[in-house]
């Protein structure tokens, strides 16, 4: 029995490797892979080292060629691994193959961002959008889950103990589906009745890549205080709050979720109804973070997902974050240059902040007169 003083050792990390394939071009790929590092520290994994196979195609039950996986197999034994993280999705077949070659768990990057977005979920609302993705996810995989229990299909004899149990779950993962896509039903139910109290404000959304500065933004413009952690997806739920000008100007702003590279779609389904507040705004503020050397493909990121929930066009103005950390005012004019009618601003020093506040309240005066008329 452990005395009330003594301190419980915290459970050890998780250690991971990671391992990539960087395509025939490669375009993109570091990004990505160093974006990996940070979604494995996000869910608690300490990552050991990496892989990266840069050639051939992908094989069809490893996913890296056989000298690759003998190579990452010597690692994972050799450093003591736990888990292996993967940059791409998986199949459930090329996971159970990797698992038994290398005597650890494997994981692919969507279900990765999964396990980040499960921890991460607080509301209800959120949880059941978590879980619902993660169920979907799963579905299509209990097949490949159950093969080396299943027969050969067709004919006497094929219903064997793996395709009863195989049906069975699946019928409990469906079931489960419809009971939370009826719940997340009621539960924009009530976020529809709470936007159309709102439609007669003007609606701002912040919209952006995860670890862009939005949260800490939006709390510099609002006096919010909604949470703020230097880590992916430290914000899974949409937060409106009032900002009001001295002349009682009012302007709705709300922050959402970021986005991501290679965003699970399952994710951006179940989060549609949080989703929604982009949707339904009158304008989105696309924050950028402008340190980020690979901001642009962070930009197409974002407006891919946008692309994805959006009915057409939406007024969409940039703003570029972060503008403390930048190497020089120049950087920050060459921005407004490059993207004309954008504002360079830093939530955290508050630089910019009062002709963003400016420029959003005079769209808000400019929406009532055109409502009036």
């Known amino acids: 029995m452990k005395r009330p003083h003594e301190i419980v050792n915290p459970p050890r990390p998780e250690r991971a490797l990671l391992v990539g394939h960087a395509g025939r071009d490669g375009r993109g790929f570091p990004g990505s892979f160093e974006e990996l590092a940070l979604l494995a520290d996000t869910a608690g994994a300490r990552v050991l080292g990496s892989l990266v196979q840069r050639r051939g195609p992908i094989h069809p039950a490893t996913f890296i060629g056989k000298g690759k996986l003998q190579e990452l197999a010597e690692q994972a034994r050799d450093r003591d691994a736990d888990l292996v993280i993967f940059n791409d999705d998986l ?12 005597a650890v768990k494997v994981v692919d990057r969507s279900e990765l961002i999964l396990d980040i977005f499960a921890r991460r979920a607080r509301t209800r609302e959120a949880r059941l959008q978590v879980e619902l993705a993660q169920l979907e996810y799963t579905l299509p995989r209990l097949t490949g889950m159950w093969k080396h229990l299943e027969r050969q299909a067709g004919g006497i004899g094929t219903r064997g103990p793996g395709e009863t149990q195989l049906e069975v779950d699946r019928r409990r993962v469906r079931e489960r589906i419809a009971v939370l896509r009826r719940d997340l039903r009621a539960v924009e139910r009530e976020r529809e009745t709470q936007r159309r109290k709102r439609r007669r404000e ?5 919209v952006g890549y995860t670890n862009a500065g939005k949260s800490t933004l939006f709390n510099a413009l609002t006096r919010a205080r909604v949470f703020v952690e230097d880590r992916l997806f430290a914000t899974l739920d949409a937060t409106t709050r009032q900002m009001v000008s001295p002349e009682r100007q009012v302007v709705l702003l709300t922050d959402t979720v970021g986005f991501i590279r290679k965003l699970p779609h399952h994710l951006v389904a179940s989060f549609h109804s949080t989703l929604a507040e982009a949707i339904e705004a009158d304008l989105l503020l696309q924050i950028v973070d402008a340190a980020d050397r690979d901001f642009r493909r962070q930009m197409a990121a ?16 940039l703003v570029f974050n972060k503008a403390d950390v930048l190497a020089d005012a120049e950087s920050g004019h060459g921005l407004r240059v490059e993207y004309p009618g954008s504002f360079v601003v830093s939530a955290l020093g508050r630089e910019g902040l009062d002709d963003l506040r400016a420029f959003l309240f005079q769209q808000a005066a400019e929406r009532g007169l055109r409502c009036a008329s």
Do not use: D, K, M, Y
Request: charged share 25%; aromatic share 4%.
């Open 91 to 102: 199949s459930a077949p090329q996971v159970r193959n990797l698992e038994q070659e290398l």
């Open 202 to 206: 003007f609606r701002v959304a912040l």
């Open 302 to 317: 974002v407006e891919g997902v946008l692309e994805q929930i959006l009915e057409g066009p939406r007024p969409t103005t």
